[in-house]
């Protein structure tokens, strides 16, 4: 005990001896919280859009404002020549064309169902398909607008109609705010990131610098040098977690309706996780280079498929299979349900025990791989 | 060329060659990278699955419920007793959303002008919330349209067109983006590493000493992870043409003239950090921090730069991924030539050399 007690604190020593380093681990997880969480957004805004408006009466001015006061929107110009819409879109001013025809005021007075073409730039596949599916909703509400004043005109008509209404109710994030299911994930994978790396990148700097000769010949016992090595980053990893979630709270206002004791417990679990990655990956590299490059590689994958931005359900399904061997998924579900829905520990058990499956396996395996090949 | 800077390369090639791990990591890294990608990244929402209760039971309800799931949208169904069971389900993730058809559905339907039905989404996952709302809406609207015999139309008619990208493939937009990061990576992060290692060894001070010149081991050292960057762009390009048939609009020509203005002002930055940075661990974590993650978060390559915060947006103005994200989607997706891109093209040049000059002034310093 004594001895792990002496690694944790020359460990500690040597994190806040190093002073760039130390600046660093403090200071990425607070750049990555907070430029992340107001970058990473899912939500559309400010779309550039050009009003190609060749009539050019008091109905068209209508659907025009329509746009001008819509956040989705940023009107960048309203023009009358349909030559122009080539250079708009090439040049990127605009992202969305909506072109309105001559007559089109005379014929839908006719009923003649007057075209409004919408030209959309698709480079950005989801900005592209949510910034249509705004345009159309809001000339929709105007045409639907337009059919009541005419089936008014005609009660007649009006009788014979059976419309059916959806009423949206929309629960934890009524708002849709990304940022309240952003936040959450970037709290997991930091944790993820920081504590692989600092425990892969901390061993093999021994191992590159020839220190841990000096430590195998000691009389320090294998168990008490990975206890020793991974203990100094439980405790800051565990600091950086609740200070993320503080931030997050208090900050980003992010509703925390759960439990946070189950939160920490499930936190553990999982540190044990990213550090038997760190260490299988400090035991297999013989330079900072090539862990820093397992890692990365590693930590992308994870990212990718744990469903912190892309729905595991959305991808297909070869792709799904893959996702049960990331540990992130598991913790992911459990951090986003604690966080927006209050999940209680019944809804989180069959994560939480594959959880901890996982944990077993990945640290006693990687702690048996680091022994084997140094010890 | 200069003979020593030849040597320099021809020994950091060497170097790299010596670590075989490194290197397999380096070329196979983004290949790996587009097939991730490509088929994870999508936003398209599918096979959502919803919840139903249906208190009617009436033929009625019962088409409409099959209106739903007969879409390629919602394709599993739970059907409920009561509404107390909507949320274990949600909060288990089972299901996404649920549907409640009252009592009176099939009556209503038939006399009055408007029967309303509920919706329930959860909302933990904006998104594909926001996109499941809109699919709701859309099957309903469509299905009010079919019962009332299409004898009602709306007024107006609208036509949707996409151009660049006219199937809205995820992949197309990431695709550049992807190169972007990867030259970013390469240039910046090798650069950096490779330089901060001489120092931590103690090799530098040998090559100070010697006859060379400080630009020459520079441009020696940085060679070699030119080619690389280009080698490993060239896969990507490749690989997804062949994986998810992206088609090149552009001049490739004129794409690898401004690739490599790019490089550059992207070694200006790995040069500058390793000037300052002693250790590799501290240049890594440099590099991640005022590379990598601007140029992955802030540079538009997934996340839309107008929605951003207006402070972020200004930052992104210093970032050159984002210029460099303009040139190469205008040339490969849009097909676009120079007149289009000389104030990106500016812009990154003037980085360059500033960056150059900065870390060729530091660098001359600590040889004195």
Known sequence: MNQIKHIIKKELLQVFRDKPRMVIIFLMPLIQLFILGYAITTDIKNIPLVICDMDNSSTTREIIDKFKYSQHFSLKKIDNNYKNIKYYLYSGKAALVIVIPVNFTRNLIRNENPQIQLIVDGQDANSGNVGMGYAINIINFFSSSI???????????????????EET??????????????????????????????????????????????????????????????????????????????????????????????????????????????????SISYTQQQALFIIWFFSIFTILMSGFLFPIENMPEFLQYFTYLVPLRYFMFIIRSIFLKGSEFQYLIKDGIILILYGISIFGFSSIILRKKIM | MNHRIITIAKKELLHIKRDPYSLTIIIILPVIMVILFGYAITFDVKNVSIGILDRSQ??????????????????TRVFLNNEKEIEPLFKKGIIRAAIIIPEKYSSSLKRKPETKIQIIIDGSEPNTANIISNYVKMIVSSYSLKINNFQIKAPIDIRPTVWFNPELKSIIFIVPGLITIILMLISALLTSITIARE????????????????????????????????????????????????????????????????????LGIGLLISTIAKTQQVAMMMTFISTLLPAIMLSGFMFPIKSMPKILQYITYIIPPKYFLIIIRGIILKGIGIGYLWHQVTILILFGALLILVSLLKFKTRLE
């Open chain 1, 147 to 165: 059919l009541i004043k005419k089936l008014n005109i005609n009660p007649e008509k009006s009788k014979l109609v059976h419309f059916i209404k």
């Open chain 1, 169 to 282: 109710r929309i629960w934890y994030n009524p708002d849709l705010l990304s940022i309240n299911y952003v936040i959450p994930g970037i709290v997991a994978v930091m944790l993820t990131m920081i504590t692989t790396l600092l425990t892969g990148l901390g061993i093999v700097r021994e191992k590159e610098i020839g220190t841990i000769e000096q430590i195998i010949v000691s009389p320090i016992k294998p168990y008490q040098f990975i206890l020793g090595k991974t203990i100094p980053f439980v405790i800051l990893g565990f600091i950086a977690f609740f200070f993320a979630l503080g931030a997050g709270k208090f900050w980003f206002k992010i509703p925390f309706e759960g439990n946070i004791l189950i939160l920490a417990v499930f936190c553990l679990i999982y540190l044990l996780i990213t550090l038997g990655i760190g260490i299988f990956v400090s």
């Open chain 2, 58 to 75: 009436s033929k009625s309800s019962r088409e409409l419920v099959n209106t739903f799931t007969s879409t390629k949208y919602f394709n």
């Open chain 2, 199 to 266: 120092k931590e060894n103690g090799t530098l001070e040998q090559i100070l000493v010697s006859p060379i010149k400080s630009y020459e081991i520079i441009i020696g050292k940085v060679i070699p992870y030119i080619i690389i960057a280009f080698i490993d762009s060239i896969f990507i390009l490749v690989a997804s043409k062949f994986l998810f048939s992206l088609k090149i609009e552009g001049n490739l020509l004129l794409l690898s003239v401004l690739g490599l203005i790019y490089i550059i002002s992207s």
